[in-house]
Nanobody, 128 residues
Framework: VQLVESGGGLVQPGDSLRLSCAASGDRGRIECSTMGWHRQVPGKERELVATISRGDRITYAESVKGRFTISRNRGRNTEFLQMNNLKPEDTAVYFC?????????????????????WGKGIQVTVST
């Protein structure tokens, strides 16, 4: 399973960005349950930004509550992060992650695996 982020870039304080993350695989059917976003600044640990569960239960870091909105398109194993009123302290590499189950057929029968996956990250820079 591969997770690919898109939508990052350079914006000014107060601007908005919408990040997207799509899960795909080349062996069979994929179904992702909990999906989320983390971010990391050089020299600091990766921190949780937001998560959304299979039942659409949502959590946010205190620093982004009221400004960021996480959503998902479950049928397409895609998630989004709408970021409004961006601040310079939001500057970071944003990583998509998801717990996904992949099923595929082999001569011996149906095989499946469920793991946590991470995207490669996408840069978001908020600066004047």
């Amino acid at each position: 399973v591969q997770l690919v982020e898109s939508g990052g870039g350079l914006v000014q304080p107060g601007d908005s960005l919408r990040l997207s993350c799509a899960a795909s695989g080349d062996r069979g059917r994929i179904e992702c349950s909990t999906m989320g976003w983390h971010r990391q600044v050089p020299g600091k640990e990766r921190e949780l930004v937001a998560t959304i569960s299979r039942g659409d239960r949502i959590t946010y870091a205190e620093s982004v509550k009221g400004r960021f909105t996480i959503s998902r398109n479950r049928g397409r194993n895609t998630e989004f992060l709408q970021m409004n009123n961006l601040k310079p302290e939001d500057t970071a590499v944003y990583f998509c992650n998801a717990h996904c189950q992949e099923q595929w057929s082999e001569p011996s029968g149906l095989s499946e695996i469920a793991l946590d996956y991470w995207g490669k990250g996408i840069q978001v820079t908020v600066s004047t």
